[in-house]
C-alpha cells in the first residue's frame, strides 16, 4: 500500500527559525527539560491549536486530517519531502504537537547547515577530550529531544558515514557519543525531511538504500505553492490576517490586483516567501487595503501572468463550442498522459513505484502528475 500523501500546510505558529538558528551554536546544548521547539520557546500543545490547524486545510485535502491524526499518536518514523519553504518543519511540529510527545521537546537539527564532524557531535553528543576543542561533555539532540520529536532536516545532506550511525539510531533505538562505546537509549520519535525525493539520491549513490527504506515508512509529499496555486489566496489572508493584528490593525484586506499578482508568481520560496512578502506588504501599505504596489518588484509582474477568466478566443470558420481544450495540442498531451499513467498504473496493480519507473520518471514526479489530474485517491 502506498504512504505517501500530499498536505498543504496552514499558517505557521511563529517565526520559522533560519538555517542558522537551527545549526549548532557551538554552546551546551539546553537541558532536556528546558529544550523545546527548534531552540527553547516550548510549542504550542495540540488542545491550542493543533485542530483548529487541521481544520484549515484546503478543501481537496480534507481527507488528509484523519491520516494526520491517526498517525500522529503512533511510534512511525515520517519521511517529509517537499522542496524548501513548503513547510516540512511546520508539519513535524504539527504532528509533535497532536502526539503524547508534546509536552516534551521538539529539536530541529539541519543536516545541510553543518560540516560532517558538527553534525555528528550534533547529533551524538561528545565526551570530553573525544577531539580537538572538546574541552567538556556535551549533550546531543537525540540526548537533549529526551521523549519528544526530532527533526532531522535536508537529511539528504547528511554524509554517507553518518548514515550508517543514523540507521542503528533507527533500527536498534540506541546511540553512542563520539568518544564513548557505551550505548545509550534513543527516547525521542524521529522524523527526517528532505528537499530532493531520497529515490533520486539512493540511485545516484549518495543514500543508503537500507536507510532509505526505514525512514520511508509514511511519507508526506509537500508540493510547492506554484503547484498549488488555488492554496496561495487562502494563505495569503491567513497571513495578512496574522501581521495586521500584531502591527497594522487598520490593514484589512487586499485588492483582487494583489490576489491576481500573488497567484501569478510561480514562488521559488513557496511558503516562507509568501509570507514575508505579506508581511512586507502590511508594514507598507499605505492604506487599509493591500495592493500589488506593495510588493516586491518580482511579484507585482506576476499580476501579468494571472490567469484570467475568459473565454477562449473564437477561431475563425469554427463554432466557439467545438474550442475545447482536448482538441488543443496541451489538452491533447494531457489526455495522452493521463492514458499511459492509468495504463501503467494498472498494469502494475496501483503499485506506483513501478508504474513511474516504466513512465521514466520519479514517484515524486508521477504523484504531481497524479494531483494535476484529480487521480491520486483513485484505485487501478
Same mark, same amino acid.
Given at each position: 500500500?502506498?504512504?505517501?500523501?500530499?498536505?498543504?500546510?496552514?499558517?505557521?505558529?511563529?517565526?520559522?527559525?533560519?538555517?542558522?538558528?537551527?545549526?549548532? =551554536?557551538?554552546?551546551?546544548?539546553?537541558?532536556? $527539560?528546558?529544550?523545546? /521547539?527548534?531552540?527553547?520557546? %516550548? *510549542?504550542?500543545?495540540? +488542545? !491550542?491549536?493543533?485542530?483548529?490547524?487541521?481544520?484549515?486545510?484546503?478543501?481537496?485535502?480534507?481527507?488528509?486530517?484523519?491520516?494526520?491524526?491517526?498517525?500522529?499518536?503512533?511510534?512511525?518514523?515520517?519521511?517529509?519531502?517537499?522542496?524548501?519553504?513548503?513547510?516540512?518543519?511546520?508539519?513535524?511540529?504539527?504532528?509533535?504537537?497532536?502526539?503524547?510527545?508534546?509536552?516534551?521537546?521538539?529539536?530541529?537539527?539541519?543536516?545541510?547547515?553543518?560540516?560532517?564532524?558538527?553534525?555528528? =557531535?550534533?547529533?551524538?553528543?561528545?565526551?570530553? $577530550?573525544?577531539?580537538? /576543542?572538546?574541552?567538556?561533555? %556535551? *549533550?546531543?539532540?537525540? +540526548? !537533549?529531544?529526551?521523549?519528544?520529536?526530532?527533526?532531522?532536516?535536508?537529511?539528504?545532506?547528511?554524509?554517507?558515514?553518518?548514515?550508517?550511525?543514523?540507521?542503528?539510531?533507527?533500527?536498534?533505538?540506541?546511540?553512542?557519543?563520539?568518544?564513548?562505546?557505551?550505548?545509550?537509549?534513543?527516547?525521542?520519535?524521529?522524523?527526517?525531511?528532505?528537499?530532493?525525493?531520497?529515490?533520486?539520491?539512493?540511485?545516484?549513490?549518495?543514500?543508503?538504500?537500507?536507510?532509505?527504506?526505514?525512514?520511508?515508512?509514511?511519507?508526506?509529499?509537500?508540493?510547492?505553492?506554484?503547484?498549488?496555486?488555488?492554496?496561495?489566496?487562502?494563505?495569503?489572508?491567513?497571513?495578512?490576517?496574522?501581521?495586521?493584528?500584531?502591527?497594522?490593525?487598520?490593514?484589512?484586506?487586499?485588492?483582487?490586483?494583489?490576489?491576481?499578482?500573488?497567484?501569478?508568481?510561480?514562488?521559488?520560496?513557496?511558503?516562507?516567501?509568501?509570507?514575508?512578502?505579506?508581511?512586507?506588504?502590511?508594514?507598507?501599505?499605505?492604506?487599509?487595503?493591500?495592493?500589488?504596489?506593495?510588493?516586491?518588484?518580482?511579484?507585482?509582474?506576476?499580476?501579468?501572468?494571472?490567469?484570467?477568466?475568459?473565454?477562449?478566443?473564437?477561431?475563425?470558420?469554427?463554432?466557439?463550442?467545438?474550442?475545447?481544450?482536448?482538441?488543443?495540442?496541451?489538452?491533447?498531451?494531457?489526455?495522452?498522459?493521463?492514458?499511459?499513467?492509468?495504463?501503467?498504473?494498472?498494469?502494475?496493480?496501483?503499485?506506483?513505484?513501478?508504474?513511474?519507473?516504466?513512465?521514466?520518471?520519479?514517484?515524486?514526479?508521477?504523484?504531481?502528475?497524479?494531483?494535476?489530474?484529480?487521480?491520486?485517491?483513485?484505485?487501478?
Amino acid at each position: 500500500m502506498e504512504t505517501a500523501h500530499s498536505w498543504q500546510p496552514g499558517p505557521r505558529m511563529g517565526p520559522e527559525s533560519s538555517r542558522g538558528d537551527r545549526a549548532a =551554536s557551538g554552546g551546551p546544548t539546553p537541558p532536556a $527539560g528546558a529544550a523545546h /521547539g527548534e531552540g527553547t520557546a %516550548r *510549542a504550542p500543545s495540540a +488542545a !491550542a491549536g493543533g485542530d483548529a490547524l487541521l481544520d484549515a486545510l484546503p478543501p481537496e485535502m480534507k481527507g488528509l486530517q484523519e491520516q494526520i491524526r491517526r498517525v500522529a499518536p503512533q511510534e512511525t518514523t515520517l519521511l517529509l519531502v517537499g522542496e524548501t519553504g513548503t513547510g516540512k518543519t511546520r508539519l513535524a511540529r504539527l504532528v509533535h504537537d497532536l502526539s503524547p510527545r508534546r509536552d516534551d521537546p521538539f529539536l530541529v537539527v539541519d543536516c545541510g547547515a553543518l560540516s560532517a564532524s558538527l553534525i555528528e =557531535s550534533e547529533l551524538f553528543g561528545h565526551l570530553k $577530550g573525544s577531539f580537538t /576543542g572538546a574541552d567538556r561533555d %556535551r *549533550a546531543g539532540k537525540l +540526548a !537533549a529531544a529526551a521523549g519528544g520529536t526530532l527533526l532531522l532536516d535536508e537529511i539528504n545532506s547528511l554524509p554517507l558515514q553518518l548514515q550508517a550511525k543514523l540507521l542503528r539510531v533507527v533500527d536498534e533505538r540506541v546511540f553512542e557519543p563520539v568518544g564513548s562505546n557505551r550505548p545509550q537509549p534513543v527516547r525521542a520519535r524521529i522524523i527526517a525531511a528532505c528537499n530532493v525525493p531520497l529515490e533520486q539520491e539512493v540511485a545516484a549513490g549518495r543514500f543508503r538504500s537500507d536507510l532509505f527504506y526505514r525512514l520511508n515508512v509514511v511519507a508526506f509529499y509537500l508540493p510547492g505553492l506554484r503547484d498549488r496555486r488555488a492554496a496561495i489566496a487562502p494563505l495569503a489572508r491567513k497571513f495578512l490576517s496574522e501581521f495586521a493584528a500584531r502591527n497594522r490593525p487598520d490593514v484589512r484586506g487586499m485588492t483582487a490586483a494583489a490576489q491576481r499578482a500573488l497567484e501569478g508568481h510561480d514562488w521559488p520560496g513557496n511558503i516562507r516567501e509568501l509570507r514575508n512578502v505579506i508581511e512586507r506588504a502590511v508594514a507598507l501599505c499605505p492604506g487599509d487595503e493591500i495592493g500589488p504596489e506593495d510588493f516586491p518588484e518580482a511579484v507585482r509582474t506576476g499580476a501579468a501572468r494571472a490567469p484570467q477568466p475568459t473565454t477562449p478566443p473564437p477561431v475563425p470558420g469554427v463554432p466557439l463550442t467545438a474550442v475545447s481544450p482536448s482538441r488543443t495540442l496541451a489538452g491533447a498531451k494531457e489526455e495522452a498522459e493521463i492514458q499511459r499513467i492509468t495504463e501503467a498504473l494498472k498494469r502494475h496493480g496501483n503499485n506506483r513505484l513501478r508504474a513511474a519507473a516504466e513512465l521514466g520518471i520519479s514517484r515524486m514526479g508521477l504523484y504531481k502528475k497524479l494531483r494535476k489530474y484529480g487521480l491520486f485517491d483513485a484505485d487501478f
